[in-house]
């Protein structure tokens, strides 16, 4: 509870500090509905009894105070239509949302971005912060609703206590909503992941990449099919919790209507046989007008503050996981100039964070200073897992990783992030940048600098692509930003060029560089990057790591590891391997043979 509170006072204090006469606004015309709606009640009162009484100066004094009242209910109640909430809620939920995403953005980690269950989470909060500001200010809104009610039974309480029992009447409404939204908050969260899967569907329908593949496949109906299970899967899911969850809300708010009815005949009854004044009927029936629309809008405004709720835990869970984030950020050494001995794994195993399955095992090897490493083995044995713990993506639970003896996780990140390159097996697509940016992001620092552009392209091999596009670097990279579409290569090409836009990493990664690309490319994308790899190492001690499934592509290694199930269980040169006869000859001989055996053409 305290956590949604603290999070309701930072959300009013973000409101006041980027829209501060907006929140004085609704603050001022809130407070003031409270007191012209008590106010004209007692007014009026006065007003009765007053000319019962043939006080005719205070009874006009009163008729006017009432009349003012009246009015100024009338001139906020507007005002309150036009403000709304909608303006602050656009306001502070750009800001709450700008802040989710850099801090998201600057997580060091990834596995928010690789678990699904925190995926779940995060699919949830997607356009929550806006629902959640909504939240917070529809609770300042039924503050001042509570202000109003409790006033009304206060003077309703005085003239008779039957009315006080609507106060508990008034919690029936309220428990059920909560229980309904525990169930719409269950299903949201179960039908994350369905969910997820009929958009990942629809883009799949909808993307001219798998869009040929579909067709080629004849599988566009089985698209469909399975998009419409899953969306009839989550929508069922949903639904059948909204219904349940309304069923709920209307049983609560019958029990309190069938209460109010009965309170009201009590007093009615009282007021017949002359137990109250002529005012008090007038205070009771003003109030008791009021009353119903103010349960209404409380229960209104709390229906709307609850439904936020589904957001808080997720939106909660992720600054505390961004909070953990940050404090478990522990080196803050920096990297050395240049590598002397190497990175040096010493007995690291790895699991995934929620995860049993040992997927590094016990690896220990030294990548000299200096060297071309070649890391290859089956699909799953571990490679792509050793590049992210290079990467600092995720840390080893057991052995360590040290750079030159020096714990890879006393450096500090960033630092280390600066003196490394990589270009990653499933890298990304940048299509509402120009080329020049998509290059130029490997090195934010140098995205403006021409030199250092041209040089990684060229490393790349991705001249080529440049010449051809209408604008050149300067071109988009989709039709839908104004530009054109790259091919699957020259995505991989342009990831190239990224991964080269840093003059002096000391750890320079390619995973599988040359998937997506045809022979000739290959080759001299090989060869650039062996020649880049000796300039590296004889610069600053860099290590080159190359991840490939084709063989003889990384037999000029250095050193070749051969990882199978996260075991790391051969090492040593292309033909020592090839001597020993081991798993790496296997593969190698099976790799010649399916070659050799490719028709000329
Ligand atoms: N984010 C993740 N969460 C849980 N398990 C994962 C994750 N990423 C990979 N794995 C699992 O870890 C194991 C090693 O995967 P990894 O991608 O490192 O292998 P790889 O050798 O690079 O495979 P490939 O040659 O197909 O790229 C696999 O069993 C994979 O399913």
């Given at each position: 509870?305290?956590?949604?509170?603290?999070?309701?006072?930072?959300?009013?204090?973000?409101?006041?500090?980027?829209?501060?006469?907006?929140?004085?606004?609704?603050?001022?015309?809130?407070?003031?509905?409270?007191?012209?709606?008590?106010?004209?009640?007692?007014?009026?009162?006065?007003?009765?009894?007053?000319?019962?009484?043939?006080?005719?100066?205070?009874?006009?004094?009163?008729?006017?105070?009432?009349?003012?009242?009246?009015?100024?209910?009338?001139?906020?109640?507007?005002?309150?239509?036009?403000?709304?909430?909608?303006?602050?809620?656009?306001?502070?939920?750009?800001?709450?949302?700008?802040?989710?995403?850099?801090?998201?953005?600057?997580?060091?980690?990834?596995?928010?971005?690789?678990?699904?269950?925190?995926?779940?989470?995060?699919?949830?909060?997607?356009?929550?912060?806006?629902?959640?500001?909504?939240?917070?200010?529809?609770?300042?809104?039924?503050?001042?609703?509570?202000?109003?009610?409790?006033?009304?039974?206060?003077?309703?309480?005085?003239?008779?206590?039957?009315?006080?029992?609507?106060?508990?009447?008034?919690?029936?409404?309220?428990?059920?909503?909560?229980?309904?939204?525990?169930?719409?908050?269950?299903?949201?969260?179960?039908?994350?992941?369905?969910?997820?899967?009929?958009?990942?569907?629809?883009?799949?329908?909808?993307?001219?990449?798998?869009?040929?593949?579909?067709?080629?496949?004849?599988?566009?109906?089985?698209?469909?099919?399975?998009?419409?299970?899953?969306?009839?899967?989550?929508?069922?899911?949903?639904?059948?919790?909204?219904?349940?969850?309304?069923?709920?809300?209307?049983?609560?708010?019958?029990?309190?209507?069938?209460?109010?009815?009965?309170?009201?005949?009590?007093?009615?009854?009282?007021?017949?046989?002359?137990?109250?004044?002529?005012?008090?009927?007038?205070?009771?029936?003003?109030?008791?007008l009021n009353l119903q629309q103010t349960v209404e809008a409380?229960?209104?405004?709390?229906?709307?503050?609850?439904?936020?709720?589904?957001?808080?835990?997720?939106?909660?869970?992720?600054?505390?996981?961004?909070?953990?984030?940050?404090?478990?950020?522990?080196?803050?050494?920096?990297?050395?100039?240049?590598?002397?001995?190497?990175?040096?794994?010493?007995?690291?195993?790895?699991?995934?964070?929620?995860?049993?399955?040992?997927?590094?095992?016990?690896?220990?090897?030294?990548?000299?200073?200096?060297?071309?490493?070649?890391?290859?083995?089956?699909?799953?044995?571990?490679?792509?897992?050793?590049?992210?713990?290079?990467?600092?993506?995720?840390?080893?639970?057991?052995?360590?990783?040290?750079?030159?003896?020096?714990?890879?996780?006393?450096?500090?990140?960033?630092?280390?992030?600066?003196?490394?390159?990589?270009?990653?097996?499933?890298?990304?697509?940048?299509p509402q940048m120009t080329f020049a940016e998509a290059v130029?992001?490997?090195?934010?620092?140098?995205?403006?600098?021409?030199?250092?552009?041209?040089?990684?392209?060229?490393?790349?091999?991705?001249?080529?692509?440049?010449?051809?596009?209408?604008?050149?670097?300067?071109?988009?990279?989709?039709?839908?930003?104004?530009?054109?579409?790259?091919?699957?290569?020259?995505?991989?090409?342009?990831?190239?060029?990224?991964?080269?836009?840093?003059?002096?990493?000391?750890?320079?990664?390619?995973?599988?560089?040359?998937?997506?690309?045809?022979?000739?490319?290959?080759?001299?994308?090989?060869?650039?990057?062996?020649?880049?790899?000796?300039?590296?190492?004889?610069?600053?001690?860099?290590?080159?790591?190359?991840?490939?499934?084709?063989?003889?592509?990384?037999?000029?290694?250095?050193?070749?590891?051969?990882?199978?199930?996260?075991?790391?269980?051969?090492?040593?040169?292309?033909?020592?391997?090839?001597?020993?006869?081991?798993?790496?000859?296997?593969?190698?001989?099976?790799?010649?043979?399916?070659?050799?055996?490719?028709?000329?053409?």
């Amino acid at each position: 509870m305290t956590r949604y509170l603290r999070l309701w006072v930072e959300v009013l204090g973000i409101s006041w500090r980027h829209a501060g006469r907006l929140t004085a606004t609704v603050f001022a015309i809130e407070a003031g509905l409270v007191i012209a709606n008590i106010g004209m009640a007692l007014a009026m009162r006065t007003a009765v009894d007053e000319m019962g009484a043939r006080n005719e100066a205070p009874a006009v004094g009163a008729a006017v105070a009432a009349a003012v009242a009246c009015t100024l209910v009338l001139v906020l109640n507007r005002l309150h239509g036009l403000v709304g909430l909608f303006l602050i809620v656009e306001k502070v939920g750009a800001v709450i949302e700008d802040r989710l995403l850099r801090d998201i953005a600057t997580l060091q980690q990834i596995e928010h971005l690789e678990r699904s269950d925190y995926l779940d989470r995060i699919t949830v909060l997607k356009g929550a912060p806006k629902r959640i500001v909504g939240g917070m200010w529809n609770a300042v809104r039924a503050c001042f609703t509570f202000l109003q009610l409790a006033l009304t039974l206060v003077l309703l309480g005085a003239v008779s206590p039957w009315f006080l029992a609507l106060l508990g009447l008034a919690v029936a409404p309220l428990w059920c909503d909560r229980k309904g939204r525990e169930i719409e908050s269950r299903a949201e969260i179960d039908t994350a992941e369905v969910f997820r899967l009929q958009r990942h569907l629809f883009d799949v329908a909808t993307d001219a990449a798998a869009g040929k593949e579909i067709r080629t496949g004849l599988a566009g109906p089985t698209v469909a099919r399975l998009q419409t299970a899953a969306m009839g899967e989550a929508t069922a899911g949903r639904y059948a919790a909204r219904v349940r969850a309304a069923w709920l809300r209307a049983m609560g708010y019958t029990v309190f209507v069938v209460g109010f009815a009965v309170s009201l005949s009590v007093i009615m009854h009282r007021a017949s046989s002359g137990n109250a004044t002529a005012g008090d009927v007038v205070l009771v029936v003003t109030l008791t007008l009021n009353l119903q629309q103010t349960v209404e809008a409380a229960v209104g405004q709390l229906t709307a503050t609850m439904s936020a709720g589904i957001y808080l835990d997720p939106y909660l869970w992720l600054r505390s996981y961004i909070a953990a984030e940050r404090e478990s950020r522990t080196g803050h050494k920096m990297p050395p100039g240049q590598l002397r001995t190497g990175i040096r794994f010493d007995h690291v195993s790895f699991s995934y964070p929620g995860t049993n399955k040992i997927v590094i095992d016990d690896v220990s090897v030294l990548l000299p200073a200096g060297s071309v490493v070649a890391l290859v083995g089956e699909f799953g044995s571990g490679k792509s897992t050793l590049v992210k713990l290079l990467s600092r993506f995720y840390h080893p639970q057991t052995g360590t990783i040290t750079v030159d003896d020096v714990d890879l996780c006393a450096l500090e990140t960033e630092a280390w992030r600066q003196r490394t390159s990589a270009a990653y097996q499933d890298f990304g697509r940048y299509p509402q940048m120009t080329f020049a940016e998509a290059v130029g992001l490997g090195d934010i620092a140098k995205l403006g600098d021409q030199e250092a552009l041209f040089r990684a392209i060229d490393t790349a091999d991705a001249d080529g692509i440049v010449d051809r596009l209408p604008e050149g670097a300067a071109t988009r990279l989709s039709p839908a930003y104004g530009g054109v579409d790259l091919s699957e290569g020259q995505w991989q090409k342009t990831a190239l060029a990224r991964a080269s836009m840093r003059w002096d990493p000391l750890l320079f990664m390619l995973d599988e560089p040359t998937a997506s690309l045809d022979a000739p490319s290959e080759h001299t994308v090989f060869r650039r990057y062996m020649e880049r790899a000796r300039q590296l190492a004889a610069r600053n001690g860099a290590v080159t790591l190359v991840v490939s499934h084709r063989l003889s592509t990384v037999a000029g290694a250095d050193l070749v590891l051969v990882l199978d199930r996260g075991k790391l269980v051969e090492q040593g040169t292309h033909e020592e391997l090839l001597a020993a006869g081991g798993r790496y000859s296997e593969l190698y001989r099976l790799q010649a043979k399916a070659y050799s055996m490719r028709p000329s053409v």
